[in-house]
């Protein structure tokens, strides 16, 4: 029996060892479970996705910035000259299509156990999860615009064509609103240092004031995700302080944190600097990286079919030629950068940003 078991097969873990069709109205009890599986899953994932991502069904669209600048001088006599909106840049999302299956004969389907469905239904479940992962921090990674070609309208028309697939801030010429007083200035989200983590070159208070320089950020905390490889010289920081173990009392002389955050889609909170970043570690990341973001803000947009039975990950079955049935599962989903000082990356080791290897957007599968 596998150890987790797919939601919807919950309920029949005692038929587990029984073949399908000796089960009564077997073959539509499991399909009710596997719809019920991928139903859960898509609350779950969007759920843990909800830190980074906002649905959309837009194919593009504009981003206002708020003005900068200071009142003009005046006299007795002077009035103020109208001023126009200062800011802007336009944003996309595309749509790439993946999937997965599983499938039977005449002969396999006789004899399949419940068992044997419910793995098949988590093994699908699993290959979107990564697929999601992937496509988002792809999205987060990749410092370069590309081009994505629309092809379906809002409502079942002509695309919008060519569009361009933005990253966080670049450094091109888009002009953010900073605090204080200063002026808008273009701003660069891929950073990179070539010393390793150590109290004498400690990212973490850059890292927290590259993003607290924009009003959107300045009150929300900065969680920073970081590699299992960058894990240990993190813990090593004298600033670091580790999350409480409700196993372990605390000492008299020992800093202990007394709040706590969700990881999100990370994999364990392990502490807190005392410059103020909540420390999350993400097996998923790359070696060598760190992606951060300010809390409450979500930098990416994930595009969907304006049409409710093509959103989210779906199953649907086909009968091939009377003899082989197949089990289809498939997203339609694309991810892009949206609000793009919500969030920073950054490399550590080398004195120059890179994308890492393998997360190049737009990924081939």
């Known amino acids: 029996m596998p150890n987790v078991n797919a939601y919807g097969f919950v309920g029949l873990v005692d038929l587990f060892n029984q073949r399908i069709s000796s089960i009564q109205n077997g073959t539509q009890r499991v399909w009710d479970a596997i719809r019920k599986s991928v139903d859960e899953y898509n609350r779950v994932a969007q759920a843990v996705l909800a830190e980074f991502v906002e649905t959309t069904t837009i194919a593009q669209e504009q981003f206002e910035l708020p003005g900068d600048g200071t009142l003009q001088p ?148 900065i969680v920073a995700y970081v590699a299992s490889d960058l894990v240990a010289s993190i813990q090593g920081l004298t600033e670091f302080v580790d999350k409480d173990d409700p196993d372990i009392a605390p000492g008299a002389n020992s800093d202990t944190l007394s709040g706590m955050i969700s990881a999100g889609p990370g994999d364990t909170v392990l502490g807190k600097t005392k410059s103020g970043v909540w420390i999350v570690e993400w097996g998923a990341l790359p070696d060598h990286y760190i992606l951060a973001k300010a809390t409450g803000r979500r930098p990416l947009k994930m595009r969907q079919f304006p049409s409710a039975p093509l959103q989210g990950f779906f199953p649907e079955t086909h009968n091939v030629d009377g003899n082989h049935i197949v089990k289809r599962f498939l997203r339609y989903a694309g991810f892009g950068a949206s609000d793009r000082v919500a969030a920073l990356c950054m490399r550590i080791g080398n004195a120059a940003y890179a994308i890492p290897a393998g997360f190049t957007a737009p990924l081939a599968a």
């Open 74 to 221: 005046l006299d007795e006599n002077g009035n103020p000259m109208p001023v126009q909106p200062s800011g802007s840049y336009q944003t996309a999302y595309p749509i790439q299509g993946g999937g997965t299956a599983w499938g039977d004969d005449r002969i396999s389907r006789e004899l399949m156990t419940v068992e044997e469905a419910d793995r098949n239904t988590a093994d699908s479940l699993r290959r979107d999860a990564n697929w999601l992962v992937r496509h988002c921090l792809a999205a987060m990674f990749t410092n370069t615009t590309w081009t994505f070609n629309d092809k379906v309208g809002a409502n079942g028309s002509k695309g919008l064509g060519n569009i361009t697939i933005q990253p966080l801030a670049n450094g091109d010429a888009v002009k953010y609103i900073r605090k204080g007083i200063k002026e808008a200035a273009t701003d660069n989200h891929y950073l990179a240092q070539a010393a390793e983590i150590l109290d004498a070159s400690n990212p973490f208070p850059a890292i927290k004031a590259e993003l607290h320089e924009h009003p959107s950020n300045m009150n929300a905390p």
